[in-house]
């Protein structure tokens, strides 16, 4: 049976290397629906190569020009939010792959799965900011949410390979460290975006890979794991590892660690998102056991990542908390891109924005919403005074 396959975020990093995971299996997948932000050139490139019946822009002068350009297909073009929401419950999609950037794949993310459709997906902070409601919702509507990113796709690799019942100790993220491991704060204080986006291991977009240097990133996952694996918040510990070859280790009560390994490439957790429970053989590149490898293992020390210790404040807190975070790391990252403020005023600005809010646990959709519009707001006040 061939799975219709919509990608949100189709021009991205993910979505570009889920369409060559589409191409490899040409047998078993096809595309229905395609979503992008501003890119309408290689939006439209996708629509000619995998002919969808639905893509989607975020706004109606991108979408007139795009059904322009493709006029002579009968592709529908829709725009903005709703049109994003529309395609998200597009009647022909079995899976719909999150892959957009950011707090705006919460609801198309709802949509999704309240429309009864597998969700894979590559968008964390829409488990950061709304991982309670998520995944209530999920369970209320029967649907699968299989993890993209490699760590948690690790993990759940890890939890279904052991076949686990309640023996599970913890789970253990590792992190990189990204381009600045080991420097102290003298040396991050005029660091640069050029330098900090030169990733060693991964090539991904531009706010997850200032994320992946502050380690923000690493305490979004955390977050992340613990709903998506129904964890308690003392269960998720987070180490260095440099090479990124261990992608996540779980640990059972026994002293037994599972570890999940490949190399650094997002195509292996895309084609097990899509393809689950089965294993596919593909052509991708192999770790060489023919060669000598060293695999190192780095305490993180608390204080040594303001962000990672702001992450599990956030998770133990609860409530909007994470929304709140989540919203204020998007403005302060934007804003160290556009060379506005320096590299150590991200943590600064987070933990101000932080300590301001009044949380509120249990949100609902709406409080969420407002959660990240105030933090948005409350980074920008900060950033421009």
């Given at each position: 049976m061939v799975q219709r396959v919509a990608i949100l975020g189709s021009t991205g990093s993910i979505g570009t290397q889920t369409l060559k995971i589409v191409e490899q299996f040409r047998d078993k997948f096809s595309v229905?629906?395609?979503?992008?932000?501003?890119?309408?050139?290689l939006l439209e490139e996708q629509a000619r190569i995998f002919k969808p019946e639905v893509v989607s822009v975020n706004n109606e002068k991108q979408a007139n020009v795009l059904k322009r350009n493709l006029a002579d297909l009968p592709i529908k073009v829709l725009a903005g939010a709703d049109g994003l929401k529309e395609l998200s419950a597009w009647p022909g999609a079995d899976v719909v792959v999150v892959a957009v950037v950011g707090f705006s794949g919460v609801i198309p993310t709802l949509t999704a799965i309240?429309?009864?459709k597998k969700v894979?997906?590559?968008?964390?902070?829409?488990?950061?900011?709304a991982g309670e409601l998520i995944m209530a919702e999920a369970r209320r509507h029967n649907t699968v949410i299989m993890p993209i990113d490699s760590?948690?796709?690790?993990i759940f690799q890890c939890l279904h390979a052991a076949n686990r019942?309640?023996?599970?100790?913890?789970?253990?993220?590792?992190?990189?460290?990204?381009?600045?491991?080991?420097?102290?704060?003298?040396?991050?204080a005029n660091v640069t975006a050029k330098q900090a986006l030169r990733h060693p291991n991964w090539l991904?977009?531009?706010?997850?890979?200032i994320d992946s240097a502050t380690m923000m990133n690493k305490g979004f996952e955390v977050i992340e794991a613990y709903h998506l694996f129904d964890l308690n918040k003392t269960q998720i510990q987070a180490v260095v590892h440099p090479e990124s070859i261990v992608h996540s280790m779980v640990e059972f009560v026994d002293g037994s660690i599972v570890a999940q390994l490949g190399l650094p490439d997002m195509l292996l957790p895309i084609q097990y998102a899509l393809s689950y429970p089965d294993r596919w053989p593909n052509p991708f590149p192999r770790f060489d056991w023919g060669k000598s490898h060293m695999l190192h293992f780095l305490p993180i020390v608390p204080g040594e990542f303001p962000c990672l210790?702001?992450?599990?404040?956030?998770?133990?807190?609860?409530?909007?908390?994470?929304?709140v975070l989540n919203g204020a790391d998007e403005i302060a990252v934007r804003h160290f891109l556009e060379d506005r403020i320096s590299f150590l005023k991200i943590p600064a600005l987070l933990a101000e924005v932080?300590?301001?809010?009044?949380?509120?646990?249990?949100?609902?959709?709406?409080?969420?919403?407002?959660?990240?519009?105030?933090?948005?707001?409350?980074?920008?006040?900060l950033i421009n005074h």
């Open positions: 229905c629906a395609l979503a992008t932000g501003n890119n309408i050139s309240r429309s009864g894979a997906l590559a968008n964390k902070e829409t488990l950061v900011a760590e948690h796709a690790a019942g309640g023996e599970l100790k913890q789970v253990i993220l590792t992190a990189s460290g990204g381009p600045f491991i080991g420097k102290n704060r003298d040396e991050l991904m977009g531009p706010r997850i890979t210790d702001m992450a599990f404040q956030a998770l133990q807190v609860g409530g909007t908390l994470p929304a932080m300590s301001r809010h009044k949380v509120k646990q249990h949100p609902s959709l709406e409080e969420i919403v407002d959660a990240d519009r105030w933090s948005r707001e409350e980074t920008e006040t």
